[in-house]
């Protein structure tokens, strides 16, 4: 039987951190802000901002909601994010996507600043994942693979490890990020010949393919722990499940993440953690 690796545990932690430092922050007279930017009321992106809501209050960052109407023209959503951006009491930002048809969606991802892009999304906070500097933030799922491996003091330098996936969304920064640990990292894809032959031989496997029981026992050994960072829908079983065919899997190797119960948890802890970072930065 593998150790589950939950992520409540994490949470917790980052969570009891996050108070500590917003208290520092507010001594100092700083109130860290998260700004979330919303168009229109497509019900994921509420459910995900209530969630981001209540992480955020919990640990006292304050958090100002700006919802534009569904039809705004490019016009007035440039000026709203530009005046979010020069805004200096505003720290960070959650600018939720897609957009609406008639926005664009790549010129608002490049418009929002580095600085203040605590979900990683503009081609800033990527470059410095990659170049492993202080410019911007990493994607939230990714950091939260990683959150997870150390909290669990899983060991990173020298592992051999293995990312299946390469969006940027999570595979290639957390490919990265990974490397800068010192792991010895292989990226797999939808290209990669017999991907189950190399990550049967890694000590780590990432799973971010987002396809659901697409990672089976002939890719594991029993030394390993998985992180799996997929989200699907299980239309047999009537629920969410991850990439990993958990039953089958969970009894060959060392941990895995449960799903749901595992990163997904993480993750939204990680966005308020970025703001209160931006805060410090800022000061």
């Known amino acids: 039987m593998a150790e ?67 039809d705004v023209s490019q016009e007035d959503f440039d000026k709203t994010l530009t005046g979010l951006n020069e805004d200096k009491t505003v720290h960070g930002i959650l600018m939720f996507r897609p957009l609406p048809k008639q926005l664009d969606n790549e010129k ?25 500097t202080e410019t911007g933030f990493p994607p939230c799922t990714a950091q939260a693979a990683m959150e997870i491996l150390k909290f669990y003091n899983i060991p990173i330098k020298g592992a051999k490890a293995c990312v299946i996936g390469r969006s940027l969304v999570i595979g290639r920064p957390v490919a990265m990020m990974l490397m800068h640990e010192n792991a010895t990292v292989v990226n797999c894809h939808t290209r990669t010949v017999d991907p189950a032959s190399i990550a049967r031989n890694a000590d780590i496997l990432i799973c971010a393919a987002g396809k659901l029981r697409s990672v089976g026992p002939e890719f594991t050994n029993p030394n390993q722990v998985i992180i799996d960072v997929g989200i699907n829908w299980d239309e047999e079983a009537g629920k969410i499940a991850g990439d990993c065919d958990f039953a089958n899997v969970e009894p060959v190797v060392k ?22 970072k931006a805060a ?4």
Request: net charge neutral.
């Open 108 to 132: 608002a991802r490049q418009m929002l600043d580095p600085a203040k892009d605590i979900d990683g999304m503009t081609d800033g906070s990527l470059a410095g994942v990659f170049t492993n």
């Open 255 to 276: 941990a895995i993440t449960p799903v749901p119960g595992g990163v997904g948890g993480v993750t939204s802890t990680i966005l308020v953690s970025h703001v209160i």
């Open 4 to 70: 589950i690796l939950k992520g409540a545990p994490v949470t917790e932690a980052l969570t009891k951190r996050s108070i500590e430092e917003v208290e520092e922050l507010k001594a100092k007279g700083i109130d860290p802000c998260l700004a979330i930017l919303r168009v229109g009321e497509r019900p994921d992106d509420i459910a995900y901002e209530k969630g981001a809501v209540k992480k955020a209050e919990a640990v006292g960052v304050t958090v100002r909601k700006v919802i534009l109407p569904g």
């Open 280 to 283: 410090q930065r800022e000061h």
